[in-house]
C-alpha cells in the first residue's frame, strides 16, 4: 500500500502552510498517525536528559537550585520564590478594570459548570448485610502551574483553582515563571487572578523546576519555609513542563502531558475561509511551536483559507510567531475524499482543540471520539474556550486526547471503594473465596475466612 506524500500542487502560496494529501488512498491509522502534521522538532526524548538534570539538582540543592535556574532561565535574582501576601494584594488592586470583569466573569462561568461534574458517592446492597461503596474523595494538597513566557496566561489560574476548589481541595499552591520586567515576581495578572479566587500560597517558579517543586518538595533550612510535596500537579506549559509531569508521574498524579497548544479543524465547503483561517491563527500565536491543522474535503476551501491566512497573518500582531507556526511541520492542510475519512484523520490526530465547520456539525461532533474538546460550529471558537465557555483549556496535546481528558474535578478526587459485610453475607460466598485460593494456590486467603467461622468471637 502506498503512503502519503505532500502535495503542494492543490494548495499554493506565498505562505508556507503545506498540504497533505489522503485523497484516493486507503490509510492504516498507523499509516494516518505517521502521516499527519507533527512537529519534527524538540521532542519528549530530547527534554528528557535536561529535565532529569533540573530534577537531581532541585532534589539536590533546594532552593539554591532553584535560585540558579532562576538566574539562567529568567534572568532573575532570587532569594526564596515565595510571592508576598502583599504583592497578590497590590496586583488585584492595580488591575485594569474591564480585565478584572472579564476574569470575575470567566470564573463565574466555570465555577458553574465545575460545581456540576461532582459525581455522586454510589453505594451498592449486594444482598442482605453485604454492601459495596464508592466514595469520591479529594486529594489533599495540589500544585498548580500557569505559563508565564510568551503569554502570561492568567486565564489558566482559573482553569487550574475552580475544578480544585469544586472537588473540595483544601491546600493549594500555585507557580508561575518569575519576570525580570516585574521585579521577578510573575506577571501581575497571574497574581491578579490568584487574588480574585483567594490563592495566596504562589511561587515565582517556572518550567520543570516548578515541576519538580511540587512533586518532591523542598526543604527549609530554618530560615526558609519550605515548599511541601503535593499529591496532585496539573497545568499546561512548553516540551520541558510536559516531559517533567511524565517523569514525576508516580511520584505524584498529573492531569496530562499538556504541551505546546494545537487547533484541527475539520471543514467542508460551506465553512467560511476566513474564520477558519483566523481560528488558525489564534492558537498560532501561542508559540511558534504551536499546530494549525486545516482537515477538508475541498481543496476550494483550503486554497482560500491559505489566502486568508496570508493576509491576516499579516496584519496581526505577532506575526512572526504566527508565520512560523504556520510554516512547521506541525501545521498545514490535509486533503480528504469525503466527511468520512476527515472523521478518521480526526480520530487520528486526537487534537487538544477540534473545531467542526461543516454541515449539521452537531452530528459530525457526536462522531467525534479523540480530541481534548470539541468547539461546534461557526459561533464556538476555541478562543471561547480558552476564556469565558465554561469549560476547561487545560487539555492533553500531542496525540494523547486518544487515552486522556482535559482538567476537571474528577482530576483533583479520587475514587476510594468501601466495602461492608456482615457475618451472615460474608458466609453467603465463603465457600466461592476458598475455591478461588485455592484455585490461585493461595490457601491462607481461604483460611483467612474460614477461621471467622470456626469459632464465634
Request: glycine share 8%.
Amino acid at each position: 500500500m502506498s503512503s502519503p506524500s505532500d502535495s503542494n500542487a492543490t494548495v499554493t502560496a506565498s505562505l508556507d502552510f503545506r498540504s497533505i494529501d489522503f485523497r484516493g488512498r486507503r490509510l492504516s491509522l498507523a499509516e494516518l498517525k505517521s502521516a499527519l502534521p507533527r512537529a519534527k522538532h524538540q521532542t519528549m526524548a530530547d527534554a528528557e536528559q535536561k529535565v532529569l538534570d533540573i530534577i537531581a539538582d532541585v532534589r539536590g540543592r533546594g532552593f539554591g537550585a532553584l535560585a540558579d535556574l532562576a538566574a539562567k532561565f529568567d534572568g532573575v535574582e532570587q532569594s526564596h520564590p515565595r510571592v508576598p501576601a502583599e504583592e497578590i494584594a497590590n496586583a488585584l488592586r492595580q488591575l485594569d478594570p474591564g480585565v478584572r470583569a472579564a476574569l470575575e466573569e470567566s470564573i463565574t462561568r466555570a465555577k458553574q459548570f465545575a460545581e456540576r461534574q461532582k459525581p455522586a458517592n454510589v453505594d451498592v446492597q449486594l444482598a442482605d448485610g453485604a454492601v459495596v461503596s464508592q466514595n469520591w474523595i479529594p486529594v489533599g494538597r495540589v500544585g498548580l502551574y500557569v505559563p508565564g513566557g510568551l503569554a502570561p496566561l492568567a486565564s489558566s489560574v482559573i482553569m487550574n483553582v475552580v475544578p480544585a476548589v469544586a472537588a473540595g481541595v483544601e491546600s493549594i499552591a500555585l507557580a508561575s515563571p518569575p519576570q525580570k520586567d516585574f521585579g521577578g515576581l510573575p506577571h501581575p495578572t497571574i497574581l491578579a487572578a490568584a487574588a480574585l479566587l483567594g490563592i495566596d500560597e504562589v511561587y515565582a517558579i517556572g518550567g520543570a523546576q516548578a515541576i519538580v517543586s511540587f512533586a518532591y518538595g523542598v526543604p527549609g533550612d530554618g530560615t526558609e519555609l519550605p515548599i511541601e510535596p503535593v499529591d496532585v500537579v496539573t497545568g499546561p506549559g512548553n516540551i520541558f513542563v510536559a516531559t517533567a509531569k511524565r517523569l514525576v508521574k508516580g511520584v505524584v498524579g498529573i492531569d496530562s502531558e499538556a504541551g505546546t497548544t494545537e487547533i484541527a479543524i475539520l471543514a467542508d465547503a460551506t465553512a467560511k475561509p476566513a474564520l477558519v483561517a483566523a481560528d488558525l491563527i489564534s492558537q498560532a500565536e501561542h508559540d511558534p511551536k504551536a499546530a494549525s491543522v486545516l482537515v477538508t474535503e475541498s481543496a476550494e476551501l483550503a486554497g482560500a483559507v491559505v489566502d486568508e491566512l496570508n493576509r491576516q497573518a499579516a496584519a496581526t500582531k505577532h506575526s512572526a510567531r504566527v508565520r512560523e507556526a504556520l510554516s512547521g511541520p506541525q501545521s498545514g492542510v490535509v486533503l480528504v475524499d469525503d466527511l468520512e475519512q476527515g472523521i478518521a484523520v480526526c480520530n487520528a490526530y486526537a487534537a487538544e482543540h477540534l473545531e467542526i465547520m461543516t454541515a449539521n456539525a452537531p452530528a459530525v461532533a457526536g462522531r467525534i471520539r479523540n480530541a481534548g474538546a470539541i468547539f461546534v460550529g461557526d459561533y464556538s471558537p476555541v478562543s471561547l474556550g480558552d476564556y469565558c465557555a465554561g469549560s476547561n483549556h487545560v487539555l492533553p496535546t500531542s496525540g494523547t486526547a486518544a487515552f486522556s481528558s482535559g482538567l476537571n474535578v474528577t482530576t483533583f478526587l479520587r475514587a476510594v471503594q468501601v466495602i461492608n459485610y456482615d457475618r451472615a453475607a460474608l458466609e453467603q460466598v465463603s465457600g466461592h473465596i476458598v475455591n478461588l485460593a485455592g484455585a490461585e494456590d493461595l490457601p491462607g486467603h481461604g483460611e483467612a475466612v474460614q477461621i471467622r467461622f470456626a469459632e464465634r468471637s
